[in-house]
């Protein structure tokens, strides 16, 4: 890599940082991409060089938050796929990134349809490791025959939940750690009462 092609990456990710502490402070939707160049140091035209839209830079914040939430996730499935522990390093995960996730939440209702879809499917990415670990646990027995999907939706509700409406049940601190035990005590409840015969 030549040295205007190592300046032009540098600048590509000056401004994906800097984009991420604007939108954990202001939120996406409060945000521009004037503030975001005039923050990184950048003519307001380089921005639009490197993304065409504060939509694709949007994009381009939660796909490195998902891809080193998916590396880890991966790690614990090849490992030992329990979902448990899946469930417990997604919380760990969430507490240490929770500020974009947070504003994620909160307003992922008001995004441009496109974005909105775009998300919603790097979401959903995330929500097939927790199926094939239950799915898994059910077919070798180590669980109750219940529906995995109906519980894992109901996991990632309750976290959309809590994240969504984050300043109204913590001032400071956060929101997952504070209901963690109730989130992981529900998923076991789900797991126990939908395998339940009738």
Do not use: W
Not at 158 to 178: N, P
């Amino acid at each position: 890599m030549n040295k205007r092609q190592q300046q032009k990456l540098a600048t590509r990710q000056k401004l994906v940082n800097t984009a991420r502490k604007l939108f954990i402070k202001q939120g996406f939707l409060e945000t521009t991409t004037v503030q975001i160049a005039k923050q990184s140091g950048v003519a307001h035209g380089t921005l639009f060089v490197h993304f065409p839209t504060r939509d694709y830079l949007m994009i381009e914040v939660l796909d490195a938050e998902m891809e080193l939430l998916s590396d880890e996730l991966n790690q614990v499935a090849s490992r030992t796929g329990d979902f448990f522990e899946l469930l417990d390093r997604y919380l760990d995960f969430l507490i240490e990134h929770e500020d974009i996730f947070a504003v994620l939440a909160r307003e992922l209702p008001f995004y441009p349809d496109e974005l909105r879809r775009k998300a919603l499917f790097r979401q959903a990415g995330i929500q097939g490791h927790f199926h094939r670990a239950l799915s898994d646990a059910v077919v070798t027995d180590r669980f109750p025959a219940c529906n995995a999907g109906m519980v894992v939706q109901t996991v990632f509700a309750q976290l959309h939940y809590y994240l969504s409406l984050r300043s109204v049940f913590v001032d400071e601190g956060s929101v997952i750690e504070r209901f963690r035990r109730r989130i992981v005590s529900i998923a076991r409840s789900l797991v126990t009462f939908s395998g339940e015969k009738s």
